[in-house]
């Protein structure tokens, strides 16, 4: 499988916009970008997913490099909320079970 | 959408017990994962079903843990006996078609003394 490599850590001042990198050189045509996060104290949920151009969902938005070697998620104005794990995570478009492999991920933190 | 629905949200138990835990999945989803999260190892896929059939069960440490999906609302993860080292937060997840999101539990904090 593709792997994924995300900082450990990002810190952020509330309302101001987060741009969260995800590098995956070895990324493969059929392979998806999925983001989730997880919250303190709960089960991690879905945030955004694309494959070649950029996407935008109310909770963020998806930049994906030309070459796919890379992403970018943007929060864009972040609230305490958003401190969180979020992880980057590659799914292969021909895999029908659609089994998601988490990383470390990368810790934000918003301060206020 | 009540969303997916774990239980017991805490179980504390001794060694040598037998644990079970439960989940219903989002009503009409045919996929139900079965994930593990430690500090030392993160999020592990354990096991995964597909219209109530185990496809991969890989994951799954060891003959001490098993999974069912007797019905397309609810499933067990058991653990018999239990040990120390199973102490995690199990999550369940469960999603509709290829491709839709993973929608997940709010987990099952296990603590084995």
């Known amino acids: 499988d593709a792997k994924t490599t995300q900082p450990n850590s990002m810190e952020s001042n509330e309302e101001e916009p987060v741009h969260l990198p995800c590098n995956h050189s070895?990324?493969?045509?059929?392979?998806?970008i999925h983001w989730y996060r997880q919250l303190p104290s709960q089960g991690p949920e879905y945030v955004i997913h694309?494959?070649?151009s950029n996407v935008n969902n109310r909770m963020a938005s998806l930049a994906i490099a030309e070459d796919r070697k890379s992403s970018t998620l943007i929060l864009h104005r972040a609230t305490l909320r958003d401190a969180a794990v979020y992880y980057c995570?590659?799914?292969?478009?021909?895999?029908?079970?659609?089994?998601?492999?988490f990383g470390a991920g990368t810790q934000v933190v918003v301060t206020p | 959408d009540a969303g997916v629905i774990q239980s017991p949200r805490h179980e504390v138990t001794e060694m040598g017990q037998e644990v079970t835990l439960r989940c219903k999945p989002i009503?009409?989803?045919?996929?139900l994962f079965w994930y593990r999260q430690t500090m030392m190892r993160g999020l592990e896929l354990l096991i995964y079903?597909?219209?109530?059939?185990?496809?991969?069960d890989s994951g799954m440490p060891e003959d001490r843990f098993s999974a069912k999906m007797p019905n397309a609302s609810f499933s067990t993860l058991k653990i018999q006996p239990s040990e120390p080292r199973d102490s995690a937060v199990y999550f369940c997840?469960?999603?509709?078609?290829?491709?839709?999101?993973?929608?997940f539990g709010n987990g099952t904090r296990l603590t084995v003394t």
């Open positions: 997840a469960s999603r509709r078609i290829d491709g839709s999101p993973l929608h």
């Open positions: 070895t990324i493969s045509g059929t392979d998806y």
């Open positions: 694309g494959l070649t």
């Open positions: 995570i590659l799914r292969d478009v021909g895999d029908s079970w659609g089994k998601l492999q």
């Open positions: 009503s009409g989803h045919d996929y």
């Open positions: 079903f597909n219209n109530n059939v185990p496809i991969d």
